[in-house]
């Protein structure tokens, strides 16, 4: 997993990473993985009024990386706008819980093992931004952190059925991380935001105030904790009656049904005895499947995350933690 750190403006920080990269000739567009076609182009365009109206200063941070890569932003915008949108291999699995004395989110990363190489943990601390502590298995664009005042975010990719010009899912934990302290913050704003792609959003802040956000270009629902103990979680589809219609169960989805039932039992099971260790059971399989997968088949685990919201504390797994061990990062600063 590489390790970056960001601080100064947007575009400065865009810059001086795209040009180290470059320094070391790792040119981004040049891999594999970055794929422009022109119905992305068209779509990203699409895209563009309304980052330039809410967030222009990603705008900045991707040109800065254009530029230090000495590249086209306009492939890098295109690149990044329409992530999410076009294609389909994220797949992961979120849960957050809470009792006196823990509010806890965990959160497996499921992806491909052929790139793992390029999975990143960031450490962003800008100007006119909250500082984060995230990872992802792209750039920009988070999947998963946690602010300096506490407030912690996940993504569940869901397969699109529908899409419409506005933010991705990586843009919008990215978005969340940076300018809300709260859950009912990230509420607020999700609901004024333009929403691409399809995607649920596990939020919990220091308050212990616990969210699931099932959400796309259509319609947003809000999912809390129920009769079945203070907790929620999710996996790869959508579970709220209002948003199943945008389920798509014609695409492997890597077993996210039953890396939801076994989330979801395990904390109904375990209602009072809420711990980090019971989060890194969970996500490291002992309560039914999560993370065993064939590496072969080029599927596994990339990383899993535990933010001890309540206590402050990170714990990360660069790789399966069904095979390694949680290490605690120190280096966030909180408020």
């Not at 941070?61 to 890569?69: C, S, T, V």
């Not at 978005?175 to 704003?189: G, P, Q, R, S, V």
Request: proline fraction near 1%.
């Amino acid at each position: 997993m590489y390790h970056g750190r960001f601080k100064g403006t947007h575009y400065n920080a865009g810059y001086k990473w795209g040009e180290l990269l470059y320094k070391n000739n790792n040119v981004i567009s040049n891999k594999h993985t970055f794929i422009i076609t022109k119905e992305r182009k068209n779509f990203a365009k699409q895209c563009l009024p309304i980052y330039e109206k809410y967030y222009p200063e990603i705008l900045e941070e991707i040109r800065g990386i254009a530029d230090g890569q000495k590249s086209s932003y306009e492939d890098l915008y295109t690149f990044l706008l329409s992530m999410y949108c076009f294609e389909f291999d994220n797949h992961c699995t979120c849960l957050a819980m809470k009792n006196e004395s823990n509010i806890i989110l965990g959160r497996n990363s499921d992806f491909l093992v052929s790139i793992e190489n390029l999975y990143m943990n960031c450490l962003y601390k800008l100007e006119n931004s909250y500082a984060f502590n995230g990872n992802t298995t792209a750039f920009v664009e988070m999947e998963d952190g946690i602010n300096e005042y506490g407030l912690a975010v996940g993504l569940t990719f869901i397969y699109p059925k529908i899409i419409k010009a506005g933010f991705n899912a990586g843009m919008l934990v990215r978005y969340l991380l940076e300018k809300c302290k709260t859950t009912n913050e990230a509420i607020e704003i999700l609901k004024v935001l333009p929403i691409a792609s399809q995607q649920t959003l596990t939020i919990a802040d220091s308050t212990g105030n616990i969210v699931i956000v099932e959400c796309n270009a259509e319609n947003i629902e809000i999912i809390k904790s129920n009769k079945d103990g203070n907790f929620v979680t999710t996996a790869n589809e959508f579970n709220s009656n209002s948003m199943k219609e945008y389920n798509n169960y014609n695409v492997d989805n890597w077993r996210a049904e039953e890396r939801y039932i076994s989330s979801y039992n395990a904390l109904k099971e375990n209602n009072h005895n809420f711990s980090i260790e019971l989060t890194k059971d969970i996500l490291s399989g002992k309560y039914g499947f999560m993370c065993q997968y064939d590496r072969k088949t080029n599927a596994d685990t990339v990383w899993s995350v535990i933010y001890d919201i309540k206590n402050k504390k990170i714990y990360r797994v660069e790789g399966n933690p069904n095979r390694k061990h949680f290490k605690e990062d120190t280096r966030l600063k909180f408020k």
